[in-house]
């Protein structure tokens, strides 16, 4: 029974550390950036205001991505980010981008 138990304990814990998300970035492609967005991009957080470029580092690519029409010649966008866990999807995330900007974060 013990061993059975570890066996599904190892399992889990190799299919969370298969999850995790390797570093996106170089400090060499983020060094340009403000220091607070550095710092944000390093602790996988993103804020309104990021660029595309930005979120990508902080969050890497998105699972879906609408483009939607233009406003103004200005580029409208939504990314869709879905957070999985051992027994699926637990939430998601929808990011909507206009003229290249993080503009709102539901």
Known sequence: MKKMLFAILVLLLSAQLACTQAVRYTEEEIRNYPQNIQDHIRKGEINLGM?????????????????LDSFEEKTREEWIYT????LGVIGTKLLFFYDGKLLYIK
């Not at 660029?51 to 483009?67: H, L, M, N």
């Not at 957070?83 to 051992?86: D, F, H, K, R, S």
């Open 83 to 86: 957070q999985m866990g051992t």
């Open 51 to 67: 660029s595309k470029e930005q979120v990508r580092y902080a969050w890497g690519s998105p699972d879906t991505i609408k483009f």
